[in-house]
């Protein structure tokens, strides 16, 4: 029985990892050089001072040479935003403000410049990113991940990237590629999200909801049939060991039949078969059969009918949204859950008229008279 007992547990633990792989997960949300004229509702890119006269970026032929002409197919969007200009003693600084729980930046370093710059978090103490020229073997390192920040609380923070002042011998190019941070759902929202209309580039679809809820209702659409598939195979089993006695279970129909006899095997002594059951108890014994074989089919139909109602909400749920190539998947996946269904209840009625089959195999296997060539 303890046995029987963990594999419902386990089916339990299976059921719930696949609900929670349903449920909402953290996402990695990307901010590209070229995304400080788009701020959404969870991060702002700004480059102080404007771009213009103080920034470069790939469109500059000039630049381009200067930092050893980088592979644009090899960048993120094929863009970046460099510090190639003398900035005549202006400070230079890449803002950024997001809100999410970890981030990570991301540069282009050139073998042929120094890239200097300082780092700080929520105006903390910065660190140093210290990259001088000639000291690494690749001309040009691209989407090189300068600093990560990890195991952040998820709130609004501030991510300020200075460049370090340099004099017009001696070059310093911060070549920024792109930054990308992780934002989770279920950890809070942003108030300017949940009131705001921004297109931001995480919003789940619709196609996502509806995938999301669709998944939820075929791991209780699972659970439910697990669990009757265990239900019935244990009250099959209660069942065959009050018919057949203490002990064992029988394993198979032919088994229980040879058990219900009652007239020994070689093993058993005759003495023990001399006064055969009175027919009065051998119809009490049929009676209660029947009614435990009623019952049991009974509860089949009533489970295998609720399975097919679940699935059929779930069904509805997903079609009442407007149709796509998402939710016409949905749909079709929610149809073979269904299918499933009811092939589960078809077999399980096939274990019903097996038990019927047996119910009339025990009646028979006991006669009224012993067999003929049965001798004391």
Known sequence: MASRKWTVLHV?????????????????????DADSMKPTALFRLTFLPQKTGMWSDQSESQSMLQLGNPDLERLHHGTF????????????????????SAIQLFFTLSNLVNTYADVSLDGDEPWQIRHAASNRDA??????????LPGLVQAWHKLEIAVVPFGIEV???????????????????????LSSSANCVTAPSRGVIIGASAGGASAVVLLAAAATIIIVKRRRYHWLS??????????SESDANERTQPYPFDDIPPSTVLAPAPEPEKAQ?????????????????????????VAQRALQAGLDVP???????????????????????QQLGSQGAGTAALR??????????????YSL
């Open 12 to 32: 339990c633990a299976l059921i719930c990892r696949l609900v929670g792989l349903c449920s909402c997960v953290p996402s990695n949300v990307t901010i590209d």
């Open 81 to 100: 935003t460099a510090s190639t200009r003398h900035s005549g003693g202006k400070r230079r600084v890449i803002s950024i403000e997001f809100y999410g």
């Open 139 to 148: 001309q040009i390192s691209y989407k090189y991940p300068v600093l990560g």
């Open 171 to 193: 070059n310093n190019s911060v070549i920024f590629d792109y930054a990308e941070f992780t934002w989770d759902s279920e950890k809070g929202s942003p108030s300017e999200l």
């Open 242 to 251: 009050r018919i057949c006695g203490p002990g064992q279970p029988p394993r």
């Open 285 to 309: 014994v049929r009676l209660e059969f029947n009614r435990d074989s009623d019952s049991l089919e009974q509860e089949i139909a009533s489970i295998t009918g609720s399975l097919d109602a």
């Open 323 to 345: 149709q796509d190539s998402d939710t016409v998947g949905i749909a079709q996946v929610l149809g073979d859950i269904q299918e499933q269904i009811r092939k589960i209840g």
């Open 360 to 373: 009339r195999t025990a009646t028979r296997s006991t006669p009224d008279h012993p067999p003929p060539d």
